[in-house]
Nanobody, 123 residues
């Protein structure tokens, strides 16, 4: 049974940092790209970042490039999203998702999703 579990969300002041984790089980983790998406209230879900399976190459949305870093630890079946210099517009529910091998900008390309973790950036 494929399972993705996010953790690490919370309330943080603008300029602060959080590290999200996505723990995976039930599939061959090494063969899957893992993406992070977010959804703010009243807005569509948007892609934040993604890391490919084999070469671990990464992609970022323009809005987070230079502030967020995605990484993966295949020994722990876990992907991380380090978020620095957080802004109020980063607020939303963050989801991780898995698809085979290569990242995609399209959420519908991802097969499995976690339940999400809330990130709130506010003073």
């Amino acid at each position: 049974q494929v399972q993705l579990v996010e953790s690490g969300g919370g309330l943080v002041q603008p300029g602060g940092s959080l590290r999200l984790s996505c723990a995976a089980s039930g599939f061959t983790f090494d063969d899957y790209a893992i993406g992070w998406f977010r959804q703010a209230p009243g807005k569509e879900r948007e892609g934040v970042s993604c890391i490919n399976s084999s070469d671990r190459s990464t992609v970022y949305a323009a809005s987070v490039k230079g502030r967020f870093t995605i990484s993966r630890d295949n020994a722990k079946n876990t992907v991380y999203l380090q978020m620095n210099s957080l802004k109020p517009e980063d607020t939303g529910v963050y989801y991780c998702a898995a698809k085979d091998y290569y990242c995609s900008r399209y959420a519908q390309s991802f097969d499995s999703w976690g339940q999400g973790t809330q990130v709130t950036v506010s003073s």
